[in-house]
């Protein structure tokens, strides 16, 4: 995973290591590495972000020895790729929703993103994660236009052993997710799982729709999918769907076969909101919880 981006970071390292710490010195070598960044699917204005603070952090640290430079270069590196990433928004996701089940009431997750991003097989994921921590699950099939969709989250709930709720393909997606909220409550079921059909970002009717179904069901989260494989792409559609319809967190798909990693520093830093988890594969297992720490650790080698 990211090999190309861990390639970029430690040879930003090596170069600045071997350079005098001089805003003259530092700056051809950071535009460099802007570039690289960019090439590395992160997101222009993150891309600034991180050289510019670099380079202000570094500009005229004095050091005697190379080892020490290079573990200042890191430090700082490691310090603004952190802060890039990190939001004042903190959701502990299962904390909250122990909370309403005290309660007596279902949490409310509605998931949005495009076709092709993983996000009916990512609800399955979370579905089979929050059943091996004991809550129970309802899914709600408000994707009634793509043909298929019905099919395919029955068959997720019938492999998961969850009950799913569906309407006729054309019906209100709005009504169906408003009737899966009001069978959990008559059931006592802990969670529902909101699929909604893949919005092209830029057609304002699927959106004004979105929007029906947050004013209708109200959810506890709205969380948005974006396959990380398309790079600048997924942070236009995070930035589009924050904007439109209004996200809490973000899923990035896919993960597994990322070789950049630019989407996963710069979609948090653009929306300003928390990347919940990682799918790291096909199976229903294959999701990690996100940890910006743990990422960074990683591609910093």
């Known amino acids: 995973m990211f090999e190309k981006l861990k390639s970029g970071l430690s040879g930003l390292v090596n170069k600045i290591t071997t350079t005098e710490l001089k805003a003259e010195n530092l700056r051809p070598i950071l535009a460099e590495f802007k570039i690289n960044l960019i090439e590395n699917d992160v997101a222009v204005p993150v891309a600034e972000r991180i050289c510019e603070e670099m380079e202000k952090r570094l500009d005229g640290v004095q050091v005697k020895r190379l080892e020490d430079r290079k573990k200042i270069v890191r430090e700082n590196l490691r310090e603004v790729l952190l802060e890039t990433m990190l939001t004042n928004d903190k959701i502990d996701m299962l904390k909250a929703i122990e909370e309403k089940r005290r309660r007596g009431e279902p949490f409310v997750i509605v998931f949005v993103g495009i076709n092709g991003t993983g996000k009916t097989t990512t609800i399955a994921k979370i579905a089979n994660f929050l059943t091996r921590k004991g809550y129970s699950v309802v899914l709600a099939c408000s994707?009634?236009?793509?043909?298929?969709?019905?099919?395919?989250?029955?068959?997720?709930?019938?492999?998961?052993?969850?009950?799913?709720?569906k309407h006729k393909y054309g019906a209100d997606p709005a009504a169906v997710a408003y009737d899966t909220i009001s069978h959990a409550k008559a059931h006592g079921i802990n969670v529902v799982?909101?699929?909604?059909a893949g919005r092209i970002q830029t057609n304002r009717n699927l959106m004004n729709e979105l929007a029906k179904i947050k004013r209708i069901v109200k959810p506890d989260l709205t969380v948005l999918t974006v396959d990380s494989l398309t790079g600048n792409d997924a942070?236009?559609?995070?930035?589009?769907?924050?904007?439109?319809?209004g996200i809490d967190a973000t899923i990035l798909t896919k993960v597994d076969a990322d070789v950049k990693g630019g989407s996963a520093i710069s979609v948090t830093y653009i929306t300003k909101?928390?990347?919940?988890?990682?799918?790291?594969?096909?199976?229903?297992?294959?999701?990690?919880e996100f940890k910006p720490e743990k990422f960074v650790s990683m591609i910093l080698r």
């Open 273 to 288: 909101k928390p990347v919940l988890f990682i799918g790291t594969g096909q199976k229903y297992e294959d999701l990690e």
């Open 143 to 165: 994707d009634t236009y793509r043909a298929g969709s019905i099919e395919q989250l029955e068959e997720h709930a019938k492999r998961l052993g969850v009950k799913m709720v």
């Open 235 to 245: 942070v236009m559609q995070a930035e589009e769907f924050q904007k439109s319809v």
């Open 193 to 196: 799982l909101i699929d909604t």
